[in-house]
């Protein structure tokens, strides 16, 4: 299915936002007047609670409570408490799912752990199976794993993967959502067919979380990550998330055996006796102001709930990347962006991706084009080598911003904006 609206004029987008019954949710959000967002996928912008809540926790909480708040503010639950409300989003049961650490720690752990369950039961199996294109931080952690357990990673293309799930594949590990390209593997069949060929799988929910209803119980997932910071609109580097179905939960302990993952932490025994359930994958003491922060980013997307929730806000999203490959297409035709995201919508995730091909108009010129929309306030990223990346968070994007978006590349592209020496010069962080 390819969805298509067509929204010939600027009017039509403002009229499409009259309609928008979550519309609403944008209120929610400080945003810069100047500026149309469109990065939510890497960092999501900040709820207007969000500085509020941090100064309480700082002045009151730690300022006055001090040591105590730790039982008077809640402190030690806040990892249980938060997962319990990101389980609601990726359909997980209460109890099952935690917030610790960064999605690459996490995946160490819920890596770990398929792993060794998979050897107690088959040691033939020696393969982790993943995407070529995946996040380099899953790849780097997977590799180093199957160093550790005398394993191979082996990387394919998307298309390849269904071929590779066989007697020798341990586990499957995938990003849901490609971080490049935004096409969404079907996780309940991939999850199945690892299933009939033996393995377990594990799968990363960074650009999935917030961005699309997840049904993890109902797809038979094995283990996953997620990550706080985008979609979830947690704050700068915020506290990412694990889950591991109940039937693998206390299977193994987790490599990272920290004392808050222990059965009974404040009694200080010298030997390691892991908590039942998900929470033996918790390790050190929790990041209390980040997930504080990250409770505010979490209630901005469950504020959807009761205008219908992920359903509502996917359709949102589809219908904004919709309009945005179709005004691109229409109105840049001839620049050399190819779209790199899949047009059927049940495949894209909430971004859009164009290929900028090099050898037009004298360049590669991919990053340059990014930086120029950037400064006209159109705020996307750039993926070396070619891709420019533009996220849509529906809680907060109209559709005139869309209209707007277009016209700002148009207008770089048409002037060759982007050519100008200021935008050639290369940041550490694209
Ligand atoms: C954003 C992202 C990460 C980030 O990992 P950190 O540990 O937070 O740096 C990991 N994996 C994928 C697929 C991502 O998109």
Request: aromatic share 8%; charged share 20%; net charge negative.
């Amino acid at each position: 299915m390819t969805d298509s609206i067509t929204c010939v004029t600027r009017n039509d987008c403002v009229q499409l936002d009259a309609q928008d019954a979550l519309a609403p949710l944008r209120h929610q959000f400080s945003l810069p007047d100047s500026v149309i967002y469109l990065d939510g996928n890497s960092l999501g912008v900040l709820p207007k609670t969000a500085a509020a809540r941090a100064a309480q926790v700082v002045t009151e909480e730690w300022g006055v409570g001090l040591i105590r708040s730790w039982n008077t503010a809640g402190w030690i639950a806040l990892p249980q408490r938060i997962g319990n409300k990101i389980a609601r989003l990726v359909g997980a049961g209460e109890g099952e799912l935690v917030v610790a650490d960064s999605t690459s720690v996490n995946l160490f752990k819920v890596l770990s752990a398929a792993l060794r369950i998979i050897q107690t039961d088959a040691n033939q199996r020696k393969v982790i199976l993943s995407e070529r294109s995946n996040f380099p931080t899953d790849l780097y952690i997977a590799e180093s794993l199957a160093q550790q357990h005398g394993m191979t990673l082996k990387l394919v293309d998307a298309d390849e993967i269904t071929a590779h799930l066989n007697d020798k594949l341990a586990v499957l590990m995938l990003t849901q959502v490609n971080y490049r390209t935004g096409r969404v593997h079907d996780m309940a069949v991939l999850t199945a067919a690892a299933h009939q060929a033996g393995a377990l799988t594990v799968w990363d929910l960074a650009h999935s979380a917030g961005a699309l209803p997840v049904d993890l119980i109902g797809s038979g997932a094995d283990f996953a990550v997620g990550c706080g910071y985008k979609y979830l609109n947690g704050g700068p580097g915020a506290p990412a998330f694990v889950w591991a179905h109940p039937r693998h939960a206390e299977r193994f302990w987790q490599p990272l055996a920290g004392w808050l993952g222990h059965a009974a932490p404040f009694e200080f025994t010298s030997d390691y006796r892991p908590a039942p359930g998900i929470n033996r994958y918790l390790c050190g003491t929790p990041p209390v102001i980040s997930l504080a922060v990250l409770e505010c980013g979490l209630d901005s997307v469950l504020a959807a709930e009761p205008l219908g929730g992920m359903p509502a806000l996917r359709a949102k999203s589809l219908a904004l990347t919709a309009l945005f490959i179709e005004l691109v297409e229409a109105r840049c035709a001839g620049h050399g962006l190819t779209l790199a995201t899949p047009r059927a919508s049940e495949q894209r995730g909430s971004q859009v991706s164009f290929a900028r091909d090099t050898g037009v108009d004298g360049g590669e010129g991919g990053y340059a084009i990014m930086q120029a929309l950037i400064a006209r306030g159109v705020i996307g990223d750039f993926r070396a080598p070619d891709i420019l990346r533009f996220g849509f968070t529906p809680l907060y994007l109209r559709f005139v911003d869309v209209w707007d978006a277009v016209e700002h590349l148009v207008q770089v592209m048409q002037t060759s904006e982007w050519k100008q020496a200021r935008f050639q010069v290369r940041s550490s962080v694209t």
